[in-house]
């Protein structure tokens, strides 16, 4: 069975990943409750995550056109949770797993189970450390 941190986690990604609609951020097609398992049917992605791309079988596979289009793509992504959105939406666990690329390599941020959302009355917030400590970005970008 799963904790209530997980149940609380899982509940608060598809809420807010079911309202918010960017063409940089995965879309939830469903989910499931059921039983011992908690599940996510995200739209499919058919290159996988970006880190087998970083770290794994494919390493050094993607063009600087690619990449570049990946690093903008995630840029714009945020720019819309924290900006254009109707609230703040901070994230808190970007990196090489949580970004998918399509069958045409264009990327998607996934995983919104660490999010927070931004007082609007607020510059700014503090948070415990979350997600996965993950410094490579200088061997992405050679």
């Not at 069975?1 to 608060?12: H, L, V």
Request: hydrophobic fraction near 40%.
């Amino acid at each position: 069975m799963f904790s209530s941190r997980a149940k609380a986690d899982f509940e608060t990604e598809v809420r807010l990943i079911s309202n918010v609609h960017h063409r940089n951020l995965i879309r939830l097609l469903g989910c499931s409750i059921k039983g011992a398992e908690l599940l996510l049917v995200y739209e499919y992605m058919a290159n996988g995550s970006l880190e087998i791309y970083l770290y794994g079988d494919k390493r050094g596979m993607l063009n600087w056109k690619q990449r570049f289009n990946i690093i903008c793509g995630t840029a714009r992504g945020l720019a819309y949770l924290h900006e254009q959105f109707h609230v703040c939406i901070i994230h808190r666990d970007i990196k090489s797993s949580n970004i998918l690329l399509d069958d045409e390599f264009q990327m998607k941020i996934a995983d919104f189970g660490l999010v927070r959302l931004l007082p609007e009355d607020q510059s700014h917030v503090s948070t415990k450390f979350a997600g996965t400590l993950q410094v490579k970005l200088l061997e992405f970008l050679s």
